[in-house]
T-cell receptor, first 115, second 109 residues
């Protein structure tokens, strides 16, 4: 299993500013994923981040708004840029599924409130 | 389009009562189906998956391809089952997950 640490766990930010969320994994993984969970909504995949290549974004998400870094096999960051109140969500980091159990592992999430 | 639907936002039962959390999916191929659970102040974790066909914490889920459903069931609910439950699907051989909106299960003493 993978242990995933996210920082910060929560933050309150002013609109128009940017926040970078960090995700640290205790083992090397090829794929990392960033999800968003808006209030009352399901978890929605923002992008897939592979080390050494550009992140792949899902429909409705763009790099200018959610730039992602993946400098090595254990770390990734997601930046929420030029924030508005609509960006208030929980952001979750996840890694590729365990090959034996197919289980996906998640960070504890970052609760973002934009005021 | 790939979609997971959980029609109930909240399900409240008394301890010892049977529980069924509904999940329907839309997918053109053969997906993998999962149930994830999030207990209070804990991170999201896997409860069970359809391939393993096992019972975890008394919960079972059967994949019904004809009805495109993967309902989660437990014959006798316990207070410690109170949590958010998410149904999810993944295309075979991919790691991306598509989640439903979740059902909050409340089990009263």
């Amino acid at each position: 299993s993978a242990v995933i640490s996210q920082k910060p766990s929560r933050d309150i930010c002013q609109r128009g500013t940017s926040l970078t969320i960090q995700c640290q994994v205790d083992s090397q993984v090829t794929m990392m994923f960033w999800y968003r969970q808006q209030p009352g909504q399901s978890l929605t995949l923002i992008a897939t981040a592979n080390q050494g290549s550009e992140a792949t974004y899902e429909s409705g998400f763009v790099i200018d708004k959610f730039p992602i870094s993946r400098p090595n096999l254990t770390f990734s960051t997601l930046t929420v840029s030029n924030m508005s109140p609509e960006d208030s969500s929980i952001y979750l980091c996840s890694v590729e599924r365990d090959r034996n159990t197919a289980e996906a592992f998640f960070g504890q999430g970052t609760r973002l409130t934009v005021v | 389009a790939q979609r997971v639907t959980q029609p109930e936002k909240l399900l409240s039962v008394f301890k010892g009562a049977p529980v069924e959390l509904k999940c329907n999916y839309s997918y053109s191929g053969s997906p993998e189906l999962f149930w994830y659970v999030q207990y209070s102040r804990q991170r999201l974790q896997l409860l069970l998956r359809h391939i393993s066909r096992e019972s975890i914490k008394g919960f079972t889920a059967d994949l019904n391809k004809g009805e495109t459903s993967f309902h989660l069931k437990k014959p006798f609910a316990q207070e410690e089952d109170s949590a958010m439950y998410y149904c999810a699907l993944s295309a075979l051989n991919t790691d991306k997950l598509i989640f439903g909106t979740g059902t909050r299960l409340q089990v009263f003493p």
